[in-house]
């Protein structure tokens, strides 16, 4: 079992927190390998990795330890998996040192929460993805212009590769769905009861209150600033009260520090 965060970059870590007082930044990275051996890379989901900085990572951490890389969101988001090939050529492309080292982990696809299962739709999607560092590299040599001089065209070693995919809408709860994923040996992510959803944290931190599920372990975190549900027939109803109690649960956000969410996590993982 591996166990790590969801990046190493943070502010609130400094000064003793996490990171010992005076510690430069470009060591971050060097001293939380020393306590975790996994990260799951976020920034790439909002941007492509420069090479020389991904082959950093890949010098400042033990042989055994593992990056998941987050897929990025113009291929899930705005693409939303349809006319992918171009980008995804350009993501293996940009994480050329990580595929090259035995470094790298599953690659995250985290859908939208408005995209729906299409079984036609995802299964394109899952039959372009590589399975070998080899098949990465194939893909990579096929980049544009944009990735000239930090792309992977060869590799001296064909490992396998692994892809997980993060789903948050209702209509994947179906045997087609699990089908198309024990067919391409795909993991599947779960996020509904996730303690510390990204999209719950972020609408907090953007001033909108949440609605969120009681049994997600989500009342804690969310406190006076959402309304929580047991199940979806609940949700007019609660949308409706929230839409009444705006101002009011706006202004009683507290957005968690990242230490609490991290001692909640163990709380869950614990049982």
Known sequence: MHIGCSGWQYRDWRNGAFYPPKLPQRRWLEHYAGEFDTVEVNST???????????????????????????????????RLTDMERGVERLYAGIAPLVESPKLGPVLW??????GFDA??????????????????????????????????TTEED???????????????????????????????????????????EALACGLPAAY????GHPELVGDGGVGFDSSEELPEVFAQLHEELEQRRGAIRVPALSEVADRYLEVLRG
């Open 110 to 115: 985290q859908l939208p929460p408005n995209l």
């Open 213 to 216: 599920l009681q049994s997600g």
């Open 120 to 153: 036609g739709r995802i299964a394109d999607f899952l039959a372009l993805l590589p399975r070998t560092t080899a098949a990465a590299a194939e893909l990579a040599s096929h980049h544009d212009e944009r990735m000239e001089g930090r792309a992977l065209t």
């Open 45 to 79: 989901f909002y941007r492509l990795p420069k090479k020389d900085a991904v082959a950093r990572w890949v010098e400042q951490t033990p042989d055994d330890f593992l990056f998941t890389v987050k897929a990025s969101r113009y291929l899930t988001h705005m693409k």
């Open 159 to 201: 490992r396998p590769l692994r892809h997980a995919m993060e789903v948050r809408h209702p209509s994947y709860e179906t045997p087609a769905f699990t089908d198309l994923l024990r067919a391409h040996d795909l993991y599947l992510a779960p996020s509904q009861d996730d303690p510390c959803s990204n999209a719950l944290l």
